[in-house]
């Protein structure tokens, strides 16, 4: 019996605001004072053409990025591909509290993707790729707090339910 939701993070507004910068930065290089000549671009190592590729190819990197978070008997583990390549395990020993929560990305947190809670608190980490306002919240032992965004609240919400009675484990509210 397992619980498994795999997210992305979905920046689409962010490439109108890059094609906006490219087109800017075109203009500039073919238009200005009767624009660049091909050995002027070769002569700066083509610097307009990088700075106007660079960033898509970031902001695509970014966006292909996968959060796989799982729930079974053993614990929660999860893996943010690329940045995580291994499967993080967080046994039901180590945590005190789990339940689901409502947050606010940017009040909170300070946008998407993994962040730290703002206001110097560092003790609290969040995997926030939706735009949801509910997630999965994990209190530790030790005091820390770590928040996973989903897109499958109810069903995450069953199920936790459903394993609490089934294996009584403790941690889960």
Same mark, same amino acid.
């Given at each position: =019996? ?5 997210? &992305?993070? $979905?920046?689409? +507004? ?21 624009? =660049? ?12 053409? +990088? ?13 292909? @990025? %996968?959060? %796989?978070? @799982?729930? *079974?008997? *053993?614990?929660? #583990? ?9 499967? &993080?395990?967080? #046994? +039901?020993? @180590? ?5 689901? %929560?409502? /947050? ?14 703002? +206001? /110097? *608190?560092? &003790? ?5 790729? $939706? ?9 530790? $032992? ?7 965004? #989903? *897109? ?9 339910? $459903?394993?609490? %009675? &089934? ?5 889960? @509210?």
């Amino acid at each position: =019996m397992e619980f498994e939701e795999k997210q &992305r993070l $979905n920046l689409w +507004w962010l490439y109108i605001l890059l094609m906006a910068d490219a087109i800017i930065v075109a203009c500039i290089v073919l238009f200005d004072k009767g624009g =660049m000549s091909f050995q002027d671009l070769k002569d700066i190592y083509f610097a307009p053409i +990088w700075a106007v590729l660079f960033p898509f190819v970031l902001i695509f990197a970014i966006q292909k @990025s %996968t959060l %796989t978070l @799982s729930i *079974n008997q *053993n614990g929660i #583990s999860y893996r943010y591909f690329p940045f995580i390549l291994k499967l &993080r395990l967080i #046994s +039901w020993d @180590s945590i005190q509290s789990v339940y689901i %929560t409502k /947050f606010n990305a940017l009040g909170d947190y300070g946008g998407y993707g993994f962040k730290h809670r703002l +206001w /110097f *608190n560092f &003790r609290d980490k969040a995997y926030i790729l $939706n735009d949801q306002s509910k997630g999965l919240q994990i209190e530790f $032992n030790d005091g820390k707090k770590l928040l996973f965004s #989903s *897109n499958k609240i109810e069903e995450m919400e069953l199920f936790l339910i $459903n394993l609490k %009675t &089934r294996y009584h484990i403790q941690a889960i @509210s």
